[in-house]
């Protein structure tokens, strides 16, 4: 009687070990899925660009890519997850974008195109607040995209940048210099960088004026009325003058990519 009882409790935990046996291999079956993105990399202009691809999931697992000197390239890549993408080339904008892959149960190939900014003399790279107001600290936003242009001037060896650091305001340039000098400390790692950034002054204070609020008129004299008018009366008083407009600040620093400069030939 024992011996029969016992069956029906082995082929139960049998039943049990072959389901997760089962799920087990639909799982490794599902995480061996993968996507195929290919595409083709271009220029502004259109034109193709070779630059190499760096993808990082949510868990910062790193695939790598490079496009041909026809600009196509390909990834593969993991199903429902969220990829960074980073561009680094030669002349080419550092640039970082974000995009979803769609979940699947099958192999899939998907097509991505990329556009990608040439780095031209004239090319501006930076245009906003990169100092906090009143002082010469670095903006951490600022910090974050210079770390980023030391890493391109770097790889670029022959790039060369132009600064137009500026004041609080256009009448006060007493932070001007300050500044500009604090720029250059933190940019120490750019190899030959007193030779390759230069400071520039053509550039006008970046600003918006805005029209002064008109303040309201005087309060009539109730007593105007039971004045009477007479030749003798002195002239009514001249409109007050217009306020200066208020001037609203747009940037403290301008970078623009200068003349290539052949300092490593």
């Given at each position: 009687m024992e011996n029969r009882k016992t069956y029906p409790k082995a082929f139960a935990w049998i039943f049990i070990v072959c389901i997760y046996l089962t799920t087990l291999n639909i799982a490794f079956a599902q995480s061996d899925i993968v996507v195929l993105l290919k595409g083709t990399v271009k220029d502004q202009s259109g034109a193709p660009v070779e630059v190499e691809l760096g993808f990082r999931d949510a868990a910062n697992d790193p695939v790598r890519a490079k496009s041909d000197k026809?600009?196509?390239?390909?990834?593969?890549?993991?199903?429902?997850?969220?990829?960074?993408?980073?561009?680094?080339?030669?002349?080419?904008?550092?640039?970082?974008?974000?995009?979803?892959?769609?979940?699947?149960?099958?192999?899939?190939?998907?097509?991505?195109?990329?556009?990608?900014?040439?780095?031209?003399?004239?090319?501006?790279?930076?245009?906003?607040?990169?100092?906090?107001?009143?002082?010469?600290?670095?903006?951490?936003?600022?910090?974050?995209?210079?770390?980023?242009?030391?890493?391109?001037?770097?790889?670029?060896?022959?790039?060369?940048?132009?600064?137009?650091?500026?004041?609080?305001?256009?009448?006060?340039?007493?932070?001007q210099l300050p500044r500009q000098d604090a720029f250059m400390t933190f940019m120490a790692e750019v190899k030959s960088g007193k030779k390759r950034i230069s400071f520039i002054y053509r550039i006008p204070f970046p600003k918006r004026e805005e029209a002064a609020p008109i303040p309201p008129p005087p309060a009539p004299d109730p007593n105007e009325k039971k004045k009477k008018k007479s030749k003798n009366d002195p002239p009514p008083p001249p409109p007050p003058a217009p306020l200066p407009p208020i001037i609203i600040p747009l940037a403290n620093c301008m970078i623009i990519v200068g003349e290539p400069m052949n300092l490593f030939d």
């Open positions: 026809a600009g196509n390239y390909q990834a593969v890549l993991k199903p429902g997850q969220k990829y960074t993408l980073i561009f680094n080339g030669k002349d080419i904008l550092r640039e970082i974008i974000e995009f979803n892959v769609d979940p699947t149960d099958k192999y899939l190939e998907i097509r991505k195109d990329f556009t990608v900014r040439k780095l031209g003399a004239g090319t501006k790279i930076f245009d906003g607040f990169a100092f906090e107001k009143g002082s010469t600290n670095l903006t951490p936003e600022a910090k974050a995209q210079l770390k980023e242009m030391i890493d391109m001037l770097n790889k670029n060896r022959n790039m060369t940048i132009e600064v137009a650091v500026f004041g609080d305001m256009p009448d006060d340039p007493s932070l």
